[in-house]
T-cell receptor, first 113, second 113 residues
Framework: GEKVEQHESTLSVREGDSAVINCTYTDTASSYFPWYKQEAGKGLHFVIDIRSNVDRKQSQRLIVLLDKKAKRFSLHITATQPEDSAIYFCALNSGGSNYKLTFGKGTLLTVTP | EAAVTQSPRNKVAVTGGKVTLSCNQTNNHNNMYWYRQDTGHGLRLIHYSYGAGSTEKGDIPDGYKASRPSQENFSLILELATPSQTSVYFC????????????FGHGTKLSVL
């Protein structure tokens, strides 16, 4: 099936700095790229997504960039806060399906005060 | 916010035994999913469903069955549990409108001894 590689397994930043998590994929047919956050001991919850008809989307302190030529998308968290500490997963729709998501392996983000 | 409830939260099973993991959602979503989460693999899709009576194989269905008896309920069944099925299992639901945002349960931690 479709593969998505999440490049950073861990990331540590100081409070107030920006954090960037990068993912690459192989199938040019992928059209939907969501990001999910998992806090310790909990399930995942959606944070932001981007579709292939745009290359940038922002929601408050979160920015998602999509570079279709490079088959790369990234999550930028600006002005990080300790509560941003969590595991972040990139994902994309796979196998030509609108419903099946393939997830990256996750990035553990630690924001230190 | 969509509510997805999984039971049990923790389960210890013996090799060769039968295990049933249950999931209930209260937002009338058409689609439901079972994922497992393992260190180094991220989330992998086991089975999913488009509605009552439907089940579809995901990326790693071997050793698992699924049942969707109603819109609200989706079960994952391990007929003959093996230690390799020790994992954290997540159920998710989505409205079924394409490129959809998923809502996850808190997870079931299964240990097969």
């Amino acid at each position: 099936g479709e593969k998505v590689e999440q490049h950073e397994s861990t990331l540590s930043v100081r409070e107030g700095d920006s954090a960037v998590i990068n993912c690459t994929y192989t199938d040019t047919a992928s059209s939907y790229f969501p990001w999910y956050k998992q806090e310790a001991g909990k399930g995942l919850h959606f944070v932001i997504d981007i579709r292939s008809n745009v290359d940038r989307k922002q929601s408050q302190r979160l920015i998602v960039l999509l570079d279709k030529k490079a088959k790369r998308f990234s999550l930028h968290i600006t002005a990080t806060q300790p509560e941003d500490s969590a595991i972040y997963f990139c994902a994309l729709n796979s196998g030509g399906s609108n419903y099946k998501l393939t997830f990256g392996k996750g990035t553990l983000l630690t924001v230190t005060p | 916010e969509a509510a997805v409830t999984q039971s049990p939260r923790n389960k210890v099973a013996v090799t060769g035994g039968k295990v049933t993991l249950s999931c209930n959602q209260t937002n009338n979503h058409n689609n439901m999913y079972w994922y497992r989460q393992d260190t180094g693999h991220g989330l992998r899709l086991i089975h999913y469903s488009y509605g009552a009576g439907s089940t579809e194989k995901g990326d790693i269905p071997d050793g698992y069955k699924a049942s969707r008896p109603s819109q609200e309920n989706f079960s994952l069944i391990l007929e003959l549990a093996t230690p390799s099925q020790t994992s954290v299992y997540f159920c998710a639901s989505g409205p079924g409108q394409g490129n959809e945002r998923l809502f996850f349960g808190h997870g079931t931690k299964l240990s097969v001894l």
